[in-house]
C-alpha cells in the first residue's frame, strides 16, 4: 500500500515539473512570434536613419521618412539579433546616422509607424569596408 502512495507522490512530482518546466518556455516561445506584423502585407519606405541600435535579442531602425506635407515621420523596424545579422555581415557602424536608406516591411498589424525587416537596400554605394 506504502508503494502506491509513493507511487502517487512521485507522478505528482513529475507531473508539477513538467508543468512548470513547459510554462517557462511559454514566454520564450511567444518572444518570437511574429503575431504583431501583417506577414501578407509589404511596405516599402524610403527615408534617412535616425538611429541604429546593435542589440538583442533584436536589433532597430529608427528611420524618418517623409510623410504627409513633407512631415518627417519616425518608423521602428525591427530587425534579428545582432548575431544573426552579424553573420550576414552586418555589424555595430553598418548603418550611419543620416545615412539614406529602403527598406520593405511587414507592417505593425495596429496601425502604428513600425514593422519588421523583409529585405534592406543601402542608399548611395557602399564601402566595401564595412
Known sequence: ???AK???LIAVALGSACVAAMGGAAP???HHSFALFDTTKSVTLEGTVKRFE???PHSWIFLDVPGPQNASEEWTIELPAAGAL???GWNANYLKTGEKIVVRINPLK???KGGSLESFTPGPPRAQSR
Open 1 to 3: 500500500m506504502w508503494y
Open 6 to 8: 509513493k507511487s502517487r
Open 28 to 30: 520564450a516561445a511567444a
Open 54 to 56: 546593435w542589440t538583442n
Open 86 to 88: 552579424a553573420r550576414e
Open 110 to 112: 495596429n496601425g502604428q
